[in-house]
């Protein structure tokens, strides 16, 4: 059973940094396409960014208003895929989904950050 | 980047009725080399995450109840539901994955009416 758990959310400061991680098990997470997905409390999806399987060129894309802020990497050997997000912002704030594939065809439970003073 | 506008926001259908939510993207996300759509359907339940439907417009993920089918080309996409269930209740969205920035329709709330 694929599985996807996601961890280290929690309450930041804005300005302030936080990395999240995803456990993958169930497939072959050396061969998988890793997303995270965002969502803000009461809004719809946005993709935050992926990271490509090695064999297919470890490519990293990034959605513009986490360019240069978040970054996303992976760690085959213990099934994990990160997001490091800095210089967090109050818009930041928002339920985070990490999702494995082209198109999303497993998701994780999600975990919260929320940016506040 | 390719914009994605789902119709209706919001749909309220009778039971054992049939649902339809149209997608439209800003853009077509037909990739002519393999003639495939790259456009994906997701239901969303309050308190769960997405689950996926539909992808390359029109394949149903296994699991998935065959009252659920995606059909469309190019820019003009449909989600339908031929016989309303009460469990189908949610948000649905479109998404593209045809280039980057991976873009996600608004939503659209499905209510028994």
């Known amino acids: 059973e694929v599985q996807l758990v996601e961890s280290g959310g929690g309450l930041v400061k804005p300005g302030g940094s936080l990395r999240l991680s995803c456990a993958g098990s169930g497939f072959t997470f050396s061969n998988a396409w890793m997303n995270w997905v965002r969502q803000a409390p009461g809004k719809g999806l946005e993709w935050v960014g992926r990271i490509k399987s090695k064999p297919d060129g470890g490519t990293i894309e990034y959605a513009a208003p986490v360019k240069g802020r978040f970054s996303i990497s992976r760690e085959d050997s213990k099934k994990m895929v990160y997001l490091q997000m800095s210089s967090l912002r109050t818009e930041d704030t928002a339920v985070y989904y990490c999702?494995?594939?082209?198109?999303?065809?497993?998701w994780g439970q999600g975990t919260l950050v929320t940016v506040s003073s | 980047d390719i914009v994605m506008t789902q119709s209706p926001d919001s749909l309220a259908v009778s039971l054992g009725e049939r649902a339809t939510i149209n997608c439209k993207s800003s853009q077509s996300v037909l990739y002519s080399s393999n003639n495939k759509n790259y456009l994906s359907w997701y239901q969303q339940k309050p308190g769960q995450p997405p689950k996926l439907l539909i992808y390359w417009a029109s394949t149903r993920e296994s699991g998935v109840p065959d009252r659920f089918s995606g059909s469309g080309s190019g820019t003009d996409f449909t989600l339908t539901i031929s016989s309303l269930k009460a469990e189908d209740v949610a948000v649905y969205y479109c998404q593209q994955y045809y280039s980057s920035p991976y873009t996600f329709g608004q939503g659209t709330k499905l209510e028994i009416k």
């Open positions: 999702a494995t594939g082209q198109f999303f065809d497993y």
